[in-house]
């Protein structure tokens, strides 16, 4: 069996590229649905039920874009027949595979929230997805405003995200951030208005001719039809469409809550209680020394307690 990589779906119809020649073909799939062996790690496996996690199951699941899957083009028309498991699998955008997502932010217009910015890089952490954040329109926030956001944001750079600053209209700070791309499958995340498209213009100029082609084969009429692209742009991939503008957690319990705080996770050894402290009121908390010495920023600290307020308040509800 030959192996590809799908860049677009349109409704039932592929379009695949063999990984070994970089050939591109249009192919169906057999039937309507796949069959595939899971493993305990396999990400399908968290969509479907919690209880089949230490098992290994038999499902039935469509090809989507991004996917590496197995192809037979022995007959006259070409059939995708198994998919290969997936790293990570996301509903909106509809891909699978993703490498990396920018997550936009705008300095202002709307203003830039850190409790915005804290909640995604949780929801990032717990869905396995690399973030590198991006804020854009700092042609629209005065100079001294503009550092102290930097200033303020260097210390997520110091525990690890990258950041980039841009003006989108006029197409600065967008050339130092192609390299991101490079061999990477990226999709855009970000609230409605922070320039998502403004930014993928920026980068792909040809790229309003093409969404205007689109949408012009589609014919209007037809918004039911399942359509996922990816362009190419600096030997990577990014998704046509934008995910996460709306976000809300899939924590249920607040003591998962810490996991996705790397800052938190690299010094809870020193916490009293160590993995089981949930730095909130227990003696001994290496987290709260922490804060209370500035090493962590206290507003990121204050909106973790939020956080663990909307979890708690939300598991009440139900
Ligand atoms: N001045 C300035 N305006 C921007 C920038 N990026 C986006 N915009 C404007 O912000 C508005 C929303 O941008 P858009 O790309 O549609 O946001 P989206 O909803 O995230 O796709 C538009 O009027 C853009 O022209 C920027 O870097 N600088
Ligand atoms: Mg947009
Ligand atoms: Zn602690």
């Known amino acids: 069996m030959k192996k590809a990589f799908i860049k677009k779906m349109i409704s039932n119809q592929y379009t695949i590229v063999d990984l070994e020649t970089g050939r591109e073909m249009i192919a169906g799939a057999r039937g309507k649905l796949r069959y595939m062996r899971l493993d305990e790690e396999s990400s399908f496996n968290k969509q479907t039920t919690k209880k089949t996690k230490k098992e290994t199951v038999i499902l039935q699941i469509s090809p989507k874009v991004g996917d590496h899957v197995l192809y037979d083009d022995r007959e006259d028309q070409i059939l995708i027949t198994e998919i290969l498991p997936r ?13 990396q997502v920018l997550l936009v932010f705008s300095a202002i217009n709307p203003d830039f929230s850190f409790h915005l910015l804290d909640k995604f890089l949780v929801i990032m952490n717990q869905e396995r997805l690399t973030p590198v954040l991006i804020i854009s329109k700092i042609d629209l926030i005065d100079e001294r405003k503009l550092e102290q956001l930097k200033k303020d944001l260097h210390y997520y750079h110091d525990i690890g995200y990258e950041i980039y600053y841009v003006n989108s209209k006029q197409r600065i700070g967008i050339d130092v951030l ?94 009293r209680f160590k993995g089981d402290c949930m730095h909130l009121s227990e003696p001994g908390c290496e987290i709260k020394r922490r804060v209370e010495t500035g ?22 509800k139900y």
């Open 87 to 99: 790293k990570n699998d996301l509903q909106r955008p509809d891909v699978a595979n993703i490498d």
């Open 178 to 271: 192609s390299h991101v791309f490079k061999n990477k499958l990226t999709v855009l995340a970000g609230q409605t208005g922070v320039g998502k498209s403004t930014l993928l213009n920026a980068l792909m100029p040809e790229l309003d001719l093409k969404t205007q082609e689109i949408s012009y084969a589609l014919g209007r009429g037809k918004h039911t039809t399942r359509h996922t692209e990816l362009y190419s742009y600096n030997e990577g991939y990014i998704v046509d469409t934008p995910g996460f503008s709306k976000i809300e957690f899939q924590i249920f319990h607040a003591d998962e809550l810490k996991a996705f705080y790397p800052d938190f996770v690299m010094h809870s050894d020193h916490c």
């Open 295 to 316: 090493l962590i920023p206290k507003s990121r600290y204050d909106i973790y307690q939020l956080f663990i307020n909307e979890i708690k308040e939300q598991k009440e």
